[in-house]
C-alpha cells in the first residue's frame, strides 16, 4: 500500500486546513488509517485514526473537538479535517495504515507510511 499525504500549508491561528491522505496498490481498504504529527527532534505523535469501515474514530485529547477524521473508500482516501488551528498544531502530518484497528494508536505497529505534510499555523 502506498499512501500520500496533501493538504497542509500556511494558515493563521484559529484558521482550518483539511489534509487528504490518498492509498493506492494492495488493498488500503482493509487498513486502518491513522494521522500522525511530528515537530523536530520528537518522535511522530498520534493525531487521529480512523478504522477500516470509517465508523470507529480515534482522537488524541489536543485533537479531539478540533479535528475531524473521515474516509471515502471509494477513493481510497482518509480525510482530517483541522479547524481552530493552534500555534502548536504546526509540524509535519504524515498518514499511516494498519491492522487491526485496535493499533491505531500505536506508532510501532504500523505498517506503510507515507511522505509528510507540512502544516504551519502563525499567530
Known amino acids: 500500500v502506498q499512501l500520500q499525504a496533501s493538504g497542509g500549508g500556511l494558515v493563521q491561528a484559529g484558521g482550518s486546513l483539511r489534509l487528504s491522505c490518498a492509498a493506492s496498490g494492495g488493498t488500503p481498504s482493509t487498513y486502518s488509517i491513522g494521522w500522525f504529527r511530528q515537530t523536530p527532534g520528537n518522535q511522530r505523535q498520534f493525531v487521529a485514526g480512523?478504522?477500516?469501515?470509517?465508523?470507529?474514530?480515534f482522537y488524541s485529547d489536543s485533537a479531539q473537538g478540533r479535528f475531524t477524521i473521515s474516509r471515502d473508500n471509494a477513493k481510497n482516501t482518509v480525510y482530517l479535517q483541522m479547524n481552530n488551528l493552534k500555534v502548536e498544531d504546526t509540524a509535519i502530518y504524515s498518514c499511516?495504515?494498519?491492522?487491526?484497528?485496535?493499533?491505531?494508536?500505536?506508532?510501532?505497529?504500523?505498517?506503510?507510511w507515507g511522505q509528510g505534510t507540512q502544516v504551519t499555523v502563525s499567530s
Open positions: 480512523i478504522d477500516e469501515i470509517g465508523d470507529t474514530t
Open positions: 499511516g495504515a494498519v491492522r487491526p484497528w485496535r493499533w491505531v494508536r500505536v506508532r510501532s505497529k504500523y505498517d506503510y
